[in-house]
């Protein structure tokens, strides 16, 4: 299962949280075997992020992934999810960060997976 998480330091409504989500969920699928159906993501708003030592509209995006230790899909996956906080939050392309994070065992519902 990926999870994406996402601070961002504007303010996110209830309409752009469901579009967030709706777009990431599509954006999955750009990496193999994924869909919005086994995405879980969250959101936390008007956090105090500073860039270049100011307060800007930045995003820091977190996206933790089972599964694709080479990567697959993950430069139009960045630019997908790169146009997504630029098209529903105005965030500059340039204050999107992603961070990846290649996870090697994952457990939910009480059955263990791993990736060996």
Not at 14 to 33: D, I, T, W, Y
Not at 84 to 95: A, E, G, K, S
Request: charged share 20%; proline share 5%; glycine share 8%.
């Amino acid at each position: 299962m990926p999870f994406i998480m996402s601070k961002v330091s504007v303010p996110v409504g209830a309409a752009q949280e469901v579009q967030l989500k709706s777009r990431l969920g599509k954006a999955m699928e750009l990496l193999p075997g994924l869909s919005e159906k086994y995405l879980l993501a969250g959101f936390e708003s008007n956090c105090r992020l500073y860039l270049r030592g100011n307060s800007e509209p930045v995003a820091y995006i977190e996206a933790s992934l089972f599964g694709n230790e080479r990567h697959i899909g993950y430069e139009n996956f960045s630019a997908a999810v790169t146009e997504i906080f630029v098209d529903v939050l105005n965030i500059p392309p340039q204050n999107v960060y992603i961070k990846f994070s290649d996870i090697a065992a994952w457990s939910v519902g009480g059955m263990y997976f791993d990736r060996s």
